[in-house]
Each structure stands twice: as structure tokens, then as C-alpha cells.
């Protein structure tokens, strides 16, 4: 078995320190600053990114929201999403749109949902997106 | 002795099976946590008909060029699934009334009902027919288990010239143990 000397030591530890450090600095894949109204859960923050939310009426007067998100993790992410419409007052709109709808996307995969409001005259939303399956 | 032995081993058994009880609890439907049953609950109800209606509205087929609103005939919804013999009409009523209540809301449609409409004052016509229809399918995998399929038909026809303005069909698949019931 061979034997270290003290010198050959304290570099071994410095290296191994200075790894570990420069490690810790690497910041894990994040989402990015979100719009106040996606509310992404604690419980698939760090495994799930949203890319990119684009509200447009497209063929009808009723706007619609597409959600382009992320997984980033190795593993398939089950997820859940609801978008609740709210009008111009901030008082939301019941309706079936408005339920949970359930995906999952493949590791490392990214994968779009759109959500069309009920009525016309909404404003607003909120996009809760969590873990679930 | 051995009647005490019994006595304690009963105890013992009827708390034991006391335990297992299922608590009974409301449903928060919006925040439901069990996991899915091979049948078609409620929650296949909500996303069967988010998904149809959110495809109806985004396509932009429900406006009309003057602004006004349709008046609409929402057929029955025809159960075919397979679970009908034991609630009958439940499903379909769910589906009816769900859909009635959220092409209203939309601010685009006013419902007709046939069935009130024959006494009244001034006839009117429906513009357009919602006809749709819930069908399962179950199949055998390999290792015997079931895969249930649910697809929910739906056509919205225009009456006056029958072209049919918007078709969607809902996919809801499931898989099951072989001895699951729905």
C-alpha cells in the first residue's frame, strides 16, 4: 500500500477542496425569472423548467396559452397543469378548463400544452403547473 | 382460561379489522389525491370536456360574423360504454348538462331544449345540432391485464345545410388490473 507523505497530503486535500468548492459554485439548471402569474410548485421546481409562455387569441376571440416546458432530470416527470381565467376585477371564471389536466414528459424531453379560455371577455390568467400523476 | 384466550384473541381480531375501516371523507375536487379508478369518474368527466371544449373555442368555429349567439340542440349524450347497466344516464346526464353549462358560458351559444319548446308561444329553430357519444373498449395485454379505452365522440352540425363545422374525438386510456371493476 502506498504511503502519502505530509507534502503530498495537504495537495491532495487542496485539490480535492478547491473540486468541491468549484462544484458547489455550479448553479443547477433553474427556471428562469417567471411571470408572477406561473406558479410552479415546490414539489417539481427543480425538475421541471418552463421555456417559454405565449398568450395569443389565435383563430377565435378567445385567448389562448401555450406553455413550452422542461424536464431536467433522467428520469420521465409526471406533472399536472390548470390555467384559471380571471377578468379584468381579478375574479376568476369556473369552468371545466380549468381542471387539472396530466402529462409527463420523457428525460431531458420538452413538450408544449395549450389551454383555450372559456369566455371572451377574460383578461388574465394563472398557470399552476405541479408534480402529479 | 381458554375462554378468556378466546375472548382476548376476539378483541384483538375486531380491532384489528376496526383499523382497517376506510375513514369516509369529502371530495375536494379540485384537490384529489387518489389514484385513478379503471371506471370513468368525475375527473374523466372535467378533462374529457376541458380538452373538447378548448378545442371548439380555440378554433374560432362558435363566432358568428354579426356577434350574435347560436341557439344549439346538445343531443343525449349516447352511453356505449360498457358500464351503463349500472348507472344509467348518470354519465351521459354528467357529460349533457357539463357541456350545455360550458357552451353557455362562453358567451357564444344559447341552449335549446326540445322539450319545453313544444309549448311554447313563438317556434324557434335551432341553427346548430351537438350530437356525441362515450364508447369503451377493453382489451387484453399480455399479461392479461385490461386496457380500457374511452373515446368520447362529439359532431356540432350545422342544421340548415348539415356540414358539419367541428368533430373532435377525446381519448381516455386506462390500464388495469384483470380483476378491476368499472
Redesign the interface.
Known amino acids: 500500500m502506498k504511503t502519502f507523505t505530509r507534502k503530498e497530503f495537504i495537495r491532495g486535500l487542496l485539490v480535492v477542496g478547491t473540486a468541491g468548492t468549484l462544484a458547489g459554485c455550479l448553479s443547477p439548471l433553474q427556471n428562469p425569472p417567471l411571470d408572477p402569474r406561473i406558479i410552479v410548485a415546490d414539489n417539481i421546481k427543480g425538475q421541471l423548467v418552463v421555456n417559454d409562455v405565449r398568450v395569443a387569441p389565435g383563430l377565435s376571440d378567445h385567448l389562448t396559452i401555450q406553455a413550452t416546458v422542461q424536464n431536467v432530470t433522467r428520469s420521465v416527470l409526471p406533472f399536472k397543469y390548470r390555467v384559471i381565467w380571471v377578468d379584468d376585477d381579478g375574479i376568476q371564471f369556473d369552468s371545466l378548463v380549468s381542471s387539472w389536466q396530466f402529462a409527463s414528459i420523457m428525460p431531458q424531453g420538452i413538450t408544449s400544452f395549450k389551454v383555450t379560455s372559456p369566455r371572451a371577455d377574460v383578461r388574465n390568467f394563472r398557470l399552476y403547473i405541479e408534480w402529479g400523476k | 382460561m381458554k375462554t378468556q384466550m378466546f375472548l382476548i384473541a376476539g378483541l384483538v381480531a375486531l380491532t384489528a379489522l376496526t383499523g382497517c375501516r376506510t375513514p369516509t371523507t369529502n371530495i375536494d375536487e379540485?384537490n384529489d389525491q387518489a389514484g385513478a379508478i379503471a371506471g370513468f369518474d368525475y375527473?374523466d368527466i372535467?378533462?374529457s370536456?376541458?380538452?373538447a371544449?378548448?378545442?371548439m373555442?380555440?378554433?374560432?368555429r362558435?363566432?358568428r360574423t354579426d356577434g350574435g349567439r347560436w341557439l344549439v340542440n346538445v343531443m343525449p349524450i349516447k352511453d356505449d360504454t360498457t358500464s351503463r347497466g349500472r348507472d344509467t344516464g348518470a354519465l351521459s346526464g354528467a357529460l349533457h348538462t357539463?357541456l350545455c353549462?360550458?357552451l353557455t358560458?362562453?358567451?357564444?351559444c344559447l341552449i335549446f331544449n326540445p322539450d319545453v319548446a313544444r309549448y311554447a308561444q313563438t317556434s324557434a329553430t335551432p341553427q346548430l345540432v351537438l350530437i356525441g357519444e362515450i364508447t369503451s373498449r377493453t382489451l387484453f395485454m399480455d399479461n392479461h391485464d385490461r386496457q380500457i379505452e374511452y373515446n368520447l365522440n362529439l359532431h356540432l352540425i350545422e342544421t340548415a345545410t348539415g356540414v358539419e363545422i367541428w368533430q373532435k374525438r377525446v381519448f381516455i386510456g386506462k390500464r388495469a388490473d384483470r380483476n378491476a371493476i368499472y
Open positions: 379540485m375527473r372535467n378533462r370536456l376541458a380538452k371544449v378548448n378545442s373555442l380555440s378554433v374560432g362558435l363566432q357539463s353549462e360550458e358560458n362562453s358567451g357564444k
